[in-house]
Structure formats: C-alpha cells, structure tokens
C-alpha cells in the first residue's frame, strides 16, 4: 500500500486504529483495553464483568484526577466505545445468552501494538533477527528447489557440520550462549508470541466476515437454495484455500499434536529456569502461552462451526418451507376439483402439451448380467507365524470426560469448592498431558470457576516411559454449583 496523502487521509478519517490514537480518552481507553484484554490474554469478556472492571479504573482515576475527571458511566463508555463509527470493542450476543459481550476488534490490536512499541528498550537484539531472516531465506531456497542434486548436496553439508559439532563436544569444546544472546533470542520470542495472538484475532475476525455475509445473504435470498448453496461454499473454499486459511491449518496442525505440546511445555520450563532469563521477570502467563495460542485457534474453529450451523438451518427451513408450499398446492387443486364436481365448465376441462411416444429399442437397455456368488470353501485356519507386534493397538489414549466431571462431583459433594490441583492430586493422572488439558476444558464449562493467578499450583505425573512430569498452573478452583 502507497502512503500518499490521499491514502493516508481516507486512514485517518476512517480507520478505527487512528480514530483510536487521535481521541480526546485515547489513555483510558488504550489503557483500560490492554490490561483487560491483551495483558491477561481475555478474548471475550461478559458485560458485567467489563463494568465492574471499568468502575474500579474510574474510580482510580476520579480519586487521582478529581471528581469532574470522565463524568461518564461505565456502561455508557462501552456502548460508546462499540459503536460503528468508533469500532474499537465488538459487541455480541454468544449463542444462549441474552447478556452482551464484548472482544478487542483487530485494529484495536494493532494500535495496543503500536504504542506498546514506542516505549523505549534498554536491551533492543538484533542477533536473532539475523538468524531468524537467514533461517527463512534457506528454507525458501531449500522449499523450492526441484533439483534433487541441489538439496541432497546441502543436506550432506549439514549433516558434515552436525558431524563437526559432534566432534567438538565429545573433544570437550561445548558452546555456549552468553547472557546476552540468551536475552537477544528470549525478546524475539517474547515479540513472536504476542504477534501470533494479535494475529489469531484478525484471522477470527476474516472468518467472522464471512459469517455476518452468509448470514445476510441468507436472509435477503429469494431465488433457488441451490445456487446460494455454490456461491456460499466456493467463497469458503476459497478462504480455506487461501494463504492465510492454509497457514492456519498447518499451525493448528502442528500444535494439537500431543508431542509437539509436551515438547513445549518442556522447552518452556527449561528457558524460563535459566538465570539471564529469571532475572528478566517475565510473565507467569509464558508457562502457558502454547495454551493461550490454543484457545486462540480454538475461537477461529468455532466461527467455522457456526458457519456450517448456519447453512444447515438454511437447509432444513428452506426444505420445510418447500414441503408446505406443495402441500398447500395439492390442497388448492383439491379444493377446485370438489367445486367444480357438480358443475362442469363447458369446452375442455384439462389441455396436455403435445404428448408423444417415448420410444425405447431394447438392444438400449443393458444386458442382463447374473449376480456374482463368492464361493467359500471349508478350509480350517491355520495359525500364522509372522511376528508382528501389536502392542500399537493398545497404545491409544481415551480421555474419559465423563469420569473427569464425575471425578470433580465427587469431590464437591463433601466441600463447597476445591482446587484443581487437589482434585488431581486425588485422583492421580493417568493420560498425562492430555488427562490435564481435559480438566482445564471441564473447568472452563464448570458453572461455578474462579481462577487465582496470584497463587500457582504444580500438577505432578508419570510418562508411560516413567520420566517425571510437572505443569505449573495457576490455582483454578471449582465451586459446586449447588447452593
């Protein structure tokens, strides 16, 4: 995009970002958003919740700034906020819910972004950049080569400094990164991370597009359900095909495999136990942030879910207004035959279009052709003696969600709340990882949860192979829903 005059004026009128940063409240609302949404990683939030939370910050600064300081309500504030010509929060209804939520919009995002950059770095890395850019550029030189010649010749040219690596380790020579490389490479990580959650809210958003589209076209059309039917799926396979809608299902791929999340969680406790990276205080939210990436994606998948919930009720109104429509046409011409049985109407009652015979030859038809019977012979079997193991028919992992939740009732029937971690600690982890992320769901749908992010609690497990396991989390406490 060409940032001329012209360009940059229609942006500075009508963009939501730049309407954002030019507002007479810019530091409350920029402010308020970030610690509520961006910093804790909240995608959506209850307006209740969101009221509460932007009374306390009012109070604050009335108290700070004096009483004539945003004379506003909260409650007007948001709506303000979630209007069309600011776009700054979205304003929804969840499914079942008659209470509004409210989400970040994208370009909110990017202006968070954008002054959360302009605070001045005392450690700005360029290393890893470098690396980070060399890295690319190889795979895409490597990607597209079609010479197997070319790729075999660099791959034995890795494999020779792998060689001498391994070489130099075992003669004792270990390199290793100093202090400043590992904070060079963590601010990297720490820029990556956070831009992929800015980035899942506007793939969400793409996808929400469509969704608000369908939805109106839906509504508006009156033609036939089949041509709709086409027009709807090509645009969808079109996004799922895109770049973007690629590259989406190759990362949600690639993190709901259950290695690739144990692998993670123990690079991230391994990096984040190191000294230069412990005196850099980041955030306790790190330990997790594969799992903030995956309830990220998870918001994504749902406005798909949603998409094909909507063109399913297209078809089934579509197909029960059809069936009635021919059921009242057979009950008009019923009505007009019985009316006019008693009293013909001179001349010709009923006229055909022309008729003619519809000829068939017979050598048309297809040969008769008799059906094929197996035939079985009465063989006994023998045992085989191939050796095959089959010990990877019984390596499967089911997570039982149902004994979970009742593993949870159990416990709540002699106490009015309890931990997640006591409930763990009772009922000793079996599926590992997996056995854990299904009590975080079932906690995230509980009726009553508090989450605790002052006081952590360790989940401690045993790997099939015995290695010892341990996730920190933050204290999650499930209150029973009886009162």
Known sequence: MALDYTTLELLRQNHPAWRLLRANHAPLVAGFLYRVFVAPNVRILAQADLIAALEDELFALREQLGGEAFPGSAQSYLNDWAENDKGWLRKFYPAG???????????TEKALAWLAGLTERSFVGTESRLLTLFELLRQMSEG??????????ELQKRRDEIDTEIARILAGDIPLLDDTALKDRFQQFLQLARELLTDFREVEHNFRTLDRRVRERIALWEGAK???????????????ESDQGKSFRAFWDFLMSQSRQEELSRLLEEVLALPPIAAMRPETRLHRVHYDWLEAGEHTQRTVARLSKQLRRFLDDQA?????RIMDILHSVENHALALREDLPP???????????????????PLYRPPLKPLIAK?????GDAAVDTAALYAQVVVDRAELSRNIRQELQGCGQISLGEVVARHPLRHGLAELV????????WPGTAVDEEQQERVCWRSDTGVSRRATLPRIILVSACP
Not at 144 to 153: K, L
Not at 379 to 383: F, G, T, V
Not at 438 to 445: F, I, S, T, V
């Open 97 to 107: 819910t008659d209470e509004p939520h409210f989400d970040l919009t994208p370009a």
């Open 320 to 324: 029960w207004l059809e069936n009635r």
């Open 438 to 445: 299904a009590y975080l769901q079932l906690a995230g749908e």
């Open 347 to 365: 001349g010709d009652f009923v006229s055909l279009a022309a008729t003619s015979a519809s000829i068939e030859l017979p050598l048309e038809r």
């Open 144 to 153: 597209s080569q079609a010479d197997p010649e070319v790729r075999i010749n």
């Open 226 to 240: 089949g041509a709709l039917l086409e027009e709807i799926m090509g645009e969808r396979d079109i996004i799922a």
């Open 379 to 383: 063989l006994a079997l023998d045992e």
